[in-house]
């Protein structure tokens, strides 16, 4: 699937851990994002380095960004987001 940007974006990834939210690589990037709702965004982040969804992309020469973001039932906002840099 082609995201915002015109950047390839896929959506459930499975790995042997669990599945990827959503993935978007672009040239020098890749964006690891996990989804949460009425939690935390650092809840998010957790999950990423418990289950290690970044490590299949280590060896790609890419700096890899993990996003946390934490959605709102209430408000149907994101209420917050983290970032963290691998």
Do not use: H, W
């Not at 990827?20 to 965004?41: G, H, P, R, W």
């Not at 992309?57 to 983290?82: H, M, V």
Request: proline share 2%.
């Amino acid at each position: 699937m082609i995201g915002a940007g015109g950047y390839p974006a896929e959506m459930e990834l499975l790995t042997c851990e669990g599945r990827i939210d959503l993935k978007v690589e672009t040239k020098d990037k890749i964006y690891i994002m996990e989804f949460k709702c009425n939690q935390s965004a650092e809840k998010g982040i957790s999950q990423i380095k418990e289950k290690r969804y970044y490590e299949p992309f280590l060896g790609k020469g890419k700096e890899i960004i993990l996003l946390g973001i934490n959605f709102s039932t209430e408000t149907r906002n994101i209420k917050e987001y983290k970032a963290e840099f691998i």
